[in-house]
């Protein structure tokens, strides 16, 4: 958000400003004060003026919402109705540009891995972060880890009991059904690792008959058994949580571990080596799953995971 326009917010949050006294304090002129408060309406913050200028309502959703108060240091662009915010972020990143994320209420052609169609209708939280770490690409599933770890963390602090599951999947309910997906995308020469982009979609606001699949699915709404869903700070929890992770990188894997409900599991893994069964042990560095297999531990990087129910003993 422009600073200035940042400013202007925080001068009337807590009560009626003059004008005049708003641009004395801001060091502008009053007509630059108004157009500020203009632009602002039209972003959505409902703006009174019959005594001074008074914050009275924010826009519930949008990238002026999400910015502001925003304590981690992203721009945000918003779309209404986008193809893919990843294929949008993975231009802004041609065009040299990082730090931003692309945040859409509806996606036309949201893409899961593989190529897969990922359903991202209107009320959801379709975003994609670009980033350039300076680190290897072999480091990048770290970044996977931590969009997972800072949803489950943003799905928690809005009261939804959620959980990941290795490597992308963030869960919630009794049936483990699908809240969100990452697909993290990334570019660079041979060993180098220029940009990032993580897409993370979540299912906020939505029906989950809306995104019904082959497989179970669920979203914030559902689980909160239809009460208010409030996008603006669930991506804002989300984003600073995503942001104090990457600035720790070190701390990623112990914060997954303890959000993660694949260790201890039996699970069975579609790799592109054949499938791979058994005990979930651990997650190690930069992200493989550690599995106690009837031949022994297997280091898996890649795949799809499904955890597998406990055969019940009376069947
Ligand atoms: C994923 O793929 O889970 C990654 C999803 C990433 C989506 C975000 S949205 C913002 C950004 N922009 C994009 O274009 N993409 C990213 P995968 O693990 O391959 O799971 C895909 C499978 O999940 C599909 O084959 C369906 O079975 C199921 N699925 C599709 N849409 C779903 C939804 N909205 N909720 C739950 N499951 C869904």
Not at 17 to 33: I, Y
Not at 48 to 66: E, I
Not at 124 to 132: D, N, P
Request: hydrophobic letters at 40%; a negative charge; proline letters at 6%.
């Amino acid at each position: 958000m422009q600073e200035t326009r940042r400013q202007v917010l925080d001068a009337i949050a807590d009560g009626p400003v003059a004008g005049p006294d708003l641009a004395a304090a801001l060091d502008v002129s009053r007509a630059a004060v108004w157009k500020h408060v203009e632009a602002l309406r039209e972003a959505g913050f409902d703006i009174d003026a019959d005594d001074g200028y008074r914050l009275v309502g924010t826009p519930s959703f949008g990238a002026t919402a999400v910015e502001y108060g925003l304590d981690a240091p992203f721009e945000v662009e918003f779309h209404e109705t986008i193809g893919s915010t990843n294929d949008r972020a993975r231009h802004l990143a041609r065009a040299d540009r990082t730090d931003i994320v692309v945040l859409a209420d509806e996606q036309t052609g949201g893409r899961g891995r593989l190529a897969r169609e990922w359903a991202s209708p209107s009320g959801g939280v379709w975003l994609s972060i670009l980033l350039r770490p300076a680190v290897g690409p072999a480091r990048a599933p770290l970044f996977t880890l931590a969009a997972a770890v800072a949803t489950t963390r943003a799905a928690r602090r809005a009261g939804v009991d959620a959980s990941i599951k290795w490597p992308n999947d963030v869960l919630a309910g009794d049936r483990e059904a699908k809240l969100a997906g990452i697909l993290t995308e990334m570019g660079g020469e041979t060993g180098r690792l220029d940009w990032l982009v993580v897409g993370i979609g979540v299912n906020a606001d939505v029906d989950p008959a809306a995104v019904s699949t082959d497989r179970p699915a669920t979203s914030l709404r559902a689980e909160l058994d239809g009460g208010d869903v409030d996008r603006r700070t669930f991506t804002r929890n989300l984003l600073e949580a995503f942001h104090a992770l990457r600035s720790e990188p070190a701390a990623i894997l112990s914060a997954w571990r303890t959000h993660a409900s694949t260790p201890g599991r039996q699970v069975r893994i579609e790799t592109p080596d054949g499938p791979v069964t058994g005990r979930a042990v651990d997650v190690v560095p930069p992200g493989s799953l550690v599995v106690e297999t009837d031949s022994g531990r297997e280091r898996v990087s890649a795949g799809d995971c499904e955890h597998l129910r406990p055969v019940s003993n009376n069947t």
